[in-house]
């Protein structure tokens, strides 16, 4: 139990769906991240929020849209994905987004683009 | 290019036998972290180092920043079944807000 749990935990989507993927954190931090964890691929930091504020994109397709509604919760609202987005998608907290905090990762959501 | 490297990218040892794995750069870092990822988990931190030539121990790892904080280490003395996972390091860019980039990871495997 790392304190931060995604739902769902697998996604299977066709590329004209629209879906949400769901992190919550009870770690009473107030920074989460998203990011994506392809195979063969470093993990790719996508969305950093900080106080609810969105802080970082990291060059991230339109397709992906954040939404912070508070410091708890972090959602990824996916439409008309590409195959290529098939990948695990991990959110993570951390106290601040000040330098040396550690990050706690969720178990994240598999996604599969048919 | 990565700005990480980590080698070697999949090690299969014996239990018992002891292990490095590298996590290397040209670009200097504010801190690097580790954190190891077993299936159908999300990477758990194992340590951050901060000053360079820090040398840090959690029980059989040891962990070692480079002088020039461009590069770090792990080493695993009489690794174990429970040690197999991906190992993957993070260096915390040196300016601005906190910013964490991944190597691609070390997939270790222990034999019993």
């Known amino acids: 139990e790392t304190g931060v749990t995604q739902t769902p935990r697998h996604l299977v989507m066709g590329m004209t769906n629209k879906k949400s993927l769901k992190c919550e954190q009870h770690l009473g931090h107030n920074a989460m991240y998203w990011y994506k964890q392809s195979a063969k691929k470093p993990l790719e930091l996508m969305f950093v929020y900080n106080f609810k504020e969105q802080t970082e994109n990291n060059s991230v397709p339109s397709r992906f849209s954040p939404e912070c509604p508070n410091s708890s919760h972090l959602f990824l609202h996916l439409h008309t994905l590409q195959p290529e987005d098939s990948a695990l998608y991990l959110c993570?907290?951390?106290?601040?987004?000040?330098?040396?905090?550690?990050?706690?990762f969720g178990d994240g959501t598999r996604l599969s683009i048919l | 290019t990565q700005l990480l490297e980590q080698s070697p990218q999949f090690l299969s040892i014996q239990e018992g036998e002891n292990l490095t794995v590298y996590c290397n750069s040209s670009s200097v870092f504010s801190s690097l972290q580790w954190y190891r990822q077993e299936p159908g988990e999300g990477p758990v931190l194992l340590v951050t180092v901060v000053t360079g030539g820090e040398v840090k121990k959690l029980k059989r790892l040891t962990f070692q920043f480079g002088d020039a904080r461009k590069d770090s280490s792990l080493h695993i003395t009489a690794a174990q079944p429970g040690d197999t996972g991906l190992y993957l390091c993070?260096?915390?860019?040196?300016?601005?807000?906190?910013?964490?980039?991944f190597g691609q990871g070390t997939r270790l495997t222990i034999n019993p």
């Open positions: 993570a907290s951390s106290q601040e987004t000040k330098i040396h905090q550690p990050q706690h």
């Open positions: 993070a260096g915390e860019m040196l300016q601005g807000a906190q910013k964490l980039v």
